[in-house]
Nanobody, 120 residues
């Protein structure tokens, strides 16, 4: 079965950085589109960034220029480098995979989420 395991969340001051990781198993990672989503309290889950199997990327307007999504197919792992963090980035961040494949995100597989808190 598909397993997506996020790590790297935590508490950081405004202006700081964090790197999230998503380790995937049970899928053919190299041909799977992946994405990061987040959900803040009282808000709907939203797309943060997505990456196709060939490495094309897409970002939410609110994080463009501050966040970078990447993938290492040899390690079956996706990353989200988050710089210049703001309090409004506080949320639970979820890893998502287009598995089973439909060609669209969000896909059918989710991780358990990792909390990111930006506060002084």
């Amino acid at each position: 079965q598909v397993q997506l395991v996020e790590s790297g969340g935590g508490l950081v001051q405004p202006g700081g950085s964090l790197r999230l990781s998503c380790a995937a198993s049970g899928i053919i990672f190299s041909v799977t589109a992946m994405g990061w989503y987040r959900q803040a309290p009282g808000k709907e889950r939203e797309l943060v960034a997505a990456i196709t199997r060939v490495g094309s990327t897409n970002y939410a307007h609110s994080v463009k220029g501050r966040f970078t999504i990447s993938r290492d197919n040899a390690k079956n792992t996706m990353y989200l480098q988050m710089n210049s963090l703001k309090p409004e980035d506080t949320a639970v961040y979820y890893c998502n995979a287009d598995s089973p494949p439909t060609g669209y995100l969000p896909g059918g597989s989710w991780g358990q989420g990792t909390q990111v808190t930006v506060s002084s």
